[in-house]
């Protein structure tokens, strides 16, 4: 059975850190592109990162690009978000997603839900003081 949970969210404060967690089980993990994306209230799911199959290449929306990195743990099936200098407007539930297409990332924007066939239930993600 394929299954992506993610965890790690939290309340933390605005210039804090929080590293979110996307445990992906049933699945080859480096035969799998991970994206991250999050949804604030009232608000469309938006892109937030993508990591290739190899880990090699990963691209991160305009929003959170020098503060967020994504990492993984083949050996641990899990894909990590690593999010520091976080903001109020990084609010929002967080879902990792997964597709098994090898090209999804590199070729493609890879930051668009479209291109996804997995989703987990989200983490929720507060910052504030």
């Known amino acids: 059975q394929l299954r992506l949970v993610e965890s790690g969210g939290g309340l933390v404060q605005p210039g804090g850190s929080l590293r979110l967690s996307c445990e992906a089980s049933?699945?080859?993990?480096?035969?799998?592109?991970i994206g991250w994306f999050r949804q604030a209230p009232g608000k469309e799911r938006e892109g937030v990162s993508c990591?290739?199959?190899?880990?090699?290449?990963?691209k991160y929306g305009d929003s959170v690009k020098g503060r967020f990195t994504m990492s993984r743990d083949n050996a641990k099936n899990t894909v990590y978000l690593q999010m520091n200098s976080l903001k109020p407007e990084d609010t929002a539930v967080y879902y990792c997603?997964?597709?098994?297409?090898?090209?999804?990332?590199?070729?493609?924007?890879?930051?668009?839900?479209?291109?996804?066939?997995?989703w987990g239930q989200g983490t929720q993600v507060t910052v504030s003081s």
């Open positions: 990591d290739s199959t190899s880990g090699s290449r990963s």
């Open positions: 049933g699945f080859i993990l480096d035969e799998t592109v």
């Open positions: 997603a997964a597709v098994t297409t090898p090209w999804a990332c590199v070729v493609t924007g890879g930051l668009a839900k479209s291109e996804y066939d997995y």
